[in-house]
């Protein structure tokens, strides 16, 4: 029987190489001179560190700028909320991995109310699709690439 997998990924070694181009970028511009602002990078989370929430915002425009030409898509990027500490502003910014259970049973909801004949199982952080015809799978992938979620999917072990 066809199946084929449903993934969240995204390729961290791309994440580092943007987070270090990015963190060239800033130590070069102008309005960043004399300014203690960086990126890091740590356990799929990245502080972005500056003297004020204005510059902040700029910086996270430089590193959506650097993950988008690594192709990552910025949609695995979970923004938080600007913070205040003392003289400094960051922000953590989460790289979110894996399908989470609650958007993993929206989209087998919204695979079945498509009335395709295949089925969808949760595999942990991921969904396992299979059917009889790889027809019906190419259209559930066609579908949920048409379909408007909050992460970035991918399709991965294609098997007949």
Known sequence: MPSFDIVSEV??????????????????????KGVDAHFELADSAITVTAESDFQVKQMLDILRDKLVKRNVDIKSLEE????????KAFMVCRIQQGIESDLARKIVKMIKDK????QTAIQGEKLRVTGK???DLQSVIAFLKDSKLDIPLQFNNFRD
């Open 11 to 32: 390729e961290m070694p791309e994440v580092q190489n943007a987070v270090d181009q990015a963190n060239r970028e800033v130590g070069t511009r102008f309005d960043f």
């Open 80 to 87: 938080g909320d600007i913070e205040q500490s003392g003289k």
């Open 115 to 118: 009335k395709l004949k295949v």
């Open 133 to 135: 015809k790889r027809d």
